[in-house]
Every structure is written in structure tokens, then in C-alpha cells.
């Protein structure tokens, strides 16, 4: 196969509690060496420092580019409206 990018969602499943919910993320290091090693995008919203260290360790990444932003997204909006009837 001529892979050309593997993208690992939840990364974070490669470390912290991962290996109990994902066990199978703890085998995508081997995968991307056996694929030839082509470049890693790794996606996570919930890794610390630590993790995200991890994770660049566990997949083999070189050089990374680590984005890493806040959890403030004033694009989302969440509200609450009481209704007391049914209809409403």
C-alpha cells in the first residue's frame, strides 16, 4: 500500500487511559513503521503536556508540529430554556 498520511483521532488513546478503553491504539507506532513511516496527524482535544509527549513518542513522530489552543471557542453556544407545558 503507498500510504501517504495516517491520521490517529483520539490520540490520546495512544497514552493515558488508552490502553484500557483502545488497546489496539497501542499498536499504530508498529503500524506506521511497518507502512513505511509516512507522516502522522495526530487529533486530540483532551491531551496535558505529558500526553501529548506521549503520543509523539508512541507514533514515532519527527520533528512534530504541536497546535495547541485553549478550550474558549466563542463559536459554541449552549443555553437553557425551562418550558413548563409540553406545547411549549
Known amino acids: 500500500a503507498d500510504v501517504r498520511l495516517v491520521v490517529v483521532d483520539e490520540a490520546h488513546c495512544v497514552s493515558a487511559w488508552g490502553f484500557d478503553f483502545r488497546p489496539e491504539y497501542a499498536r499504530i507506532g508498529d503500524a506506521v513503521d ?21 503520543i509523539v513518542a508512541s507514533l514515532g513522530m519527527r520533528d512534530p508540529h504541536l497546535e495547541v489552543r485553549g478550550m474558549d471557542r466563542p463559536e459554541i453556544h449552549m443555553s437553557v430554556r425551562r418550558h413548563e407545558h409540553d406545547a411549549d
Open 34 to 54: 511497518a507502512l513505511g513511516h509516512p507522516p502522522v496527524l495526530a487529533l486530540t482535544a483532551t491531551a496535558s503536556g505529558p500526553v501529548r509527549d506521549d
